[in-house]
């Protein structure tokens, strides 16, 4: 079971500062990518400005999204698009505004807070886009669906698992992933004070369901994860337990980091 601090008088900044290897991060930070770490949907990045015929132009069936990215990428293949190409892309996708400022604040409290990421992207784009940010050390572990280039230099998506999730598609579901990894990190007796949970997307509220009254949800503010949040403490008061902090610019989420970190948990 996550706590709160115990102690005599000492705010949690100092606990355990100085003493590296003696104490396991006392707060798990979880982010999405798209449209939270980078300002865009890294898939719409990719195809910008290349004509996709009409049956990739459509919208996917609820649910198939992964299968019709899959079908995207063979046709850019076919069309002689290779890993540099793919490369570049996701190098320059923005991040997302005070992101940058909110990876300055975490590098220098790294012995507080583990963080980790959760997509629905692909391990190429955000592997090069986080080591093109100079933030890939950052993140413990970093959860996505498989891709790769093949024999013919075409990048390659499959899905990351399976789950019996009806909320989610069907492969990825957040809530799993997250679930997992806490009872992962607990059977290694890590076992974190406060869950903080960064996100946008519709896929993100199905994983910020497990939250705790100790932890806190950061949407970005007028996106799905927001509005469905909203929708849930309307109809169903007190059914969603964290803290909400919704967010224009991660520097919000840095604010309130600092200002907890200061007080006494």
Same mark, same amino acid.
Not at 238 to 261: I, K, N
């Given at each position: 079971?996550? +706590?709160?601090?115990?102690?005599?008088?000492?705010?949690?900044?100092?606990?355990?500062?100085?003493?590296?290897?003696?104490?396991?991060?006392?707060?798990?930070?979880?982010?999405?990518?798209?449209?939270?770490?980078?300002?865009?949907?890294?898939?719409?990045?990719?195809? +910008?400005?290349?004509?996709?015929?009409?049956?990739?132009?459509?919208?996917? +069936?609820?649910?198939?999204?992964?299968?019709?990215? !899959?079908?995207?990428?063979?046709?850019? *293949?076919? !069309?002689?698009?290779?890993?540099?190409?793919?490369?570049?892309?996701?190098?320059?996708?923005?991040?997302?505004?005070?992101?940058?400022?909110?990876?300055?604040?975490?590098?220098?409290?790294?012995?507080?807070?583990?963080?980790?990421?959760?997509?629905?992207?692909?391990?190429?784009?955000?592997?090069?886009?986080?080591?093109?940010?100079?933030?890939?050390?950052?993140?413990?572990?970093?959860?996505?669906?498989?891709?790769?280039?093949?024999?013919?230099?075409?990048?390659?998506?499959?899905?990351?698992?399976?789950?019996?999730?009806?909320?989610?598609?069907?492969?990825?579901?957040?809530?799993?992933?997250? =679930?997992?990894?806490?009872?992962?990190?607990?059977?290694?007796?890590?076992?974190?004070?406060?869950?903080?949970?960064?996100?946008?997307?519709?896929?993100?509220?199905?994983?910020?369901?497990?939250? =705790?009254?100790?932890?806190?949800?950061?949407?970005?503010? *007028?996106?799905?994860?927001?509005?469905?949040?909203?929708?849930m403490q309307e109809k169903q008061p007190?059914?969603?337990?964290?803290?909400?902090?919704?967010?224009?610019?991660? =520097?919000?989420?840095?604010?309130?980091?600092?200002?907890?970190?200061? +007080?006494?948990?």
């Open positions: 079971m996550r +706590r709160c601090c115990e102690g005599v008088g000492l705010p949690c900044l100092f606990k355990g500062v100085g003493m590296a290897g003696a104490r396991p991060p006392r707060f798990l930070l979880v982010f999405d990518f798209d449209e939270t770490i980078v300002d865009e949907n890294s898939d719409d990045s990719v195809v +910008r400005g290349r004509a996709l015929p009409e049956q990739l132009r459509q919208s996917p +069936r609820e649910g198939s999204y992964n299968e019709h990215m !899959q079908r995207v990428l063979a046709f850019l *293949g076919e !069309q002689g698009v290779r890993a540099s190409d793919f490369r570049a892309v996701y190098e320059n996708i923005p991040l997302s505004p005070g992101m940058a400022e909110l990876f300055q604040f975490l590098s220098k409290q790294h012995e507080l807070f583990e963080l980790i990421l959760i997509s629905d992207a692909n391990m190429f784009g955000i592997e090069a886009k986080l080591r093109a940010a100079g933030v890939r050390s950052l993140f413990r572990k970093i959860f996505s669906n498989p891709a790769s280039f093949d024999r013919r230099g075409f990048l390659t998506l499959g899905p990351y698992h399976s789950h019996k999730c009806l909320q989610c598609p069907a492969n990825m579901c957040k809530r799993k992933i997250l =679930t997992e990894y806490l009872a992962e990190r607990a059977q290694e007796e890590v076992e974190f004070q406060r869950v903080f949970y960064v996100g946008d997307g519709a896929n993100d509220f199905c994983p910020s369901g497990t939250l =705790t009254a100790a932890d806190v949800a950061f949407p970005r503010k *007028g996106y799905p994860m927001h509005r469905m949040i909203q929708e007190g059914a969603f337990q964290a803290a909400v902090v919704p967010w224009e610019s991660a =520097t919000e989420v840095a604010r309130y980091l600092q200002e907890l970190l200061k +007080r006494k948990c």
